[in-house]
């Protein structure tokens, strides 16, 4: 079907530079649109074209109430909603501006962050699993200031394992604080990111956001926390069971961490691999993958990581190919030997020595003729 509808003041900024907004919204929704000289003509599927009269409507409302948009937060918000049919441009842009996230706006740029922060929101423990770059950790510490600021929690603890990426570092100069803070740079960045650095330095100072090794959690009850476990992928069996069971009353974890950069030593296996398999059925925690769609860094990363998710299945399907090989040739080389022992055995029953009686020629039963 066609549908025009009017052409409202400032509506060329929704279709963002090159009208690459515009490309979003045909590609998600399968529909076309064309700009006419004083209406914008929709051509597609019923639903689709409705859907897509409705993100004009949404974009016009938003406008007039003030709302704006900010670094890119419009075509994430369209990715989102041409992956999600029940998703609105208004919904999504209310959810925005239901959380506060320092100086920060944060918007989900996929359907999977869009899931992983609706399930921070809704359960006490979460883990966010998925390869780097896909905001985990980013939108997990965006989540813990938004709930600092609106005092549902008093505190913020994040933790990581000191696990060395596949180097050794040697002995680190300094305080304890000075060893361990390379290791938690990360966790840093993202404060920075969100917050004023003065106020960073002064909930650092406060113990109000701390900032520790996994090692430093065992003992300890967590109340009326937001508690982040960051590269939790590097955790033992011992230390994932350890941090799971700190959380205390009106308190929230999230545990991150990507399954494809382990860096444990001696091939130990990884807490949160074991987790994974422990808890998915305990009523009240949640799991969110993420995959190489979800990356919001360079383009590049994407490619990367399909790149190499490419290449570990292509040496699976070959070490698959190597043992059947394997196999088909030991069963070969058995089957010889049978058939060799075999006919040994009918040789020596036609004349040949025959050790079980004593060396001597076996009698050929055949009556000669």
Known sequence: ??????????????????????????????????????????????????????VFVDYEGLQRSGYTFNNGDLNSMLRVLTSDPNATLRGLADAGRQRSFGRRSVQPKSLNQRRYLEAIEKHDMVFGIGPAGTGKTYLAVAMAISALLA??????????????????????PGTLQDKIDPYLRPLYDALYD????????????????EIAPIAF???RTLNDSFVILDEAQNTTSEQMKMFVTRLGFNSKAVITGDITQIDLPNAR???????????????????VYFDEGDVVRHHLVQRIIRAYDEHKTRAA???????AEGKTAEARAVNGKHDAANGETKHMRNGEPDATNGGKPVANTKSEE
Not at 155 to 166: C, K, M, S, T
Not at 269 to 287: I, N, Y
Not at 317 to 323: A, C, S
């Open 217 to 219: 959690m065992r003992g």
């Open 317 to 323: 399907e070959q070490q698959l190919l190597l043992v």
């Open 269 to 287: 296996r990884s807490g949160l691999l074991e987790a994974a398999d422990v808890l998915k059925a305990v009523e009240g925690l949640t799991f």
């Open 194 to 209: 969100m917050l004023d650095p003065e106020k960073v330095d002064r909930y650092l100072e406060k113990n109000v956001i």
């Open 151 to 172: 005092k549902r929690v008093n505190r913020i603890i994040l933790a990581r394992p000191a696990v060395e990426a596949g180097e050794r570092l040697g002995f680190l």
């Open 1 to 54: 079907m066609k549908k025009s509808i009017g052409i409202s003041p400032n509506i060329e900024t929704l279709f963002g530079t090159h009208d690459e907004n515009v490309r979003v919204l045909e590609d998600g929704l399968n529909i076309t649109i064309n700009l006419r000289a004083n209406s914008i003509e929709l051509e597609g599927a019923a639903r689709d074209v409705a859907r897509a009269e409705q």
